[in-house]
């Protein structure tokens, strides 16, 4: 999966973004907590690799977002017993 992060302009259309990429319900609460609970429930969906385009552009507009981002991936990665999501980060 490729998710282009290039063209954001707030943390809101960030993740309404994710929601579109990772295929979230309606019921998606827009904030990185939700995002967690959604990536645990929807663990036996989710792609192995996930591409990030624009990191750059993302870390720079929005740094406090970019960094839980990266944390709720890694805490995806450390809880999970069955998958597991690698970021390439490409700039």
């Known amino acids: 999966m490729i998710i282009d992060l290039g063209n954001i302009n707030s943390p809101q259309e960030l993740h309404l973004k994710l929601k579109?990429?990772?295929h979230f319900g309606d019921d998606y609460g827009m904030n990185w907590e939700s995002f967690i609970v959604f990536l645990?429930?929807?663990e036996d969906n989710l792609p192995y690799e996930v591409t990030l385009r624009n990191w750059k552009i993302l870390e720079r507009d929005f740094p406090t977002?970019?960094?839980?981002?990266?944390e709720?991936?890694?805490d995806f990665?450390?809880?999970?017993l069955e998958s597991e999501i690698g970021i390439e980060?490409?700039?």
């Open 72 to 74: 709720k991936i890694a």
């Open 40 to 42: 645990k429930a929807e």
């Open 20 to 22: 579109t990429a990772f």
């Open 77 to 80: 990665n450390r809880d999970s």
């Open 65 to 70: 977002d970019a960094e839980l981002f990266k």
């Open 89 to 91: 980060q490409v700039f």
